[in-house]
């Protein structure tokens, strides 16, 4: 679904997507958690109508 460049490029949506609906601050230090994890996360907010990268996704 995503391709590693459009992380990168929508990174800072996805930061604050993920902290206002996880909670889940991704620039703090003690957090260790996988990528499978995260990805999981990301994918959740993308599906998620209302948040800035679903926006982007699916914006007609």
Do not use: K, N
Request: hydrophobic share 50%; proline share 7%.
């Amino acid at each position: 679904m995503f391709t590693p460049q459009m992380i990168v490029e929508h990174w800072a949506d996805i930061c604050v997507d993920l902290h206002e609906t996880f909670g889940v601050d991704v620039d703090d230090p003690t957090l260790h958690r996988t990528w499978p994890w995260l990805y999981a996360r990301i994918v959740a907010v993308a599906a998620r109508p209302g948040t800035r990268l679903h926006h982007i996704l699916f914006a007609t």
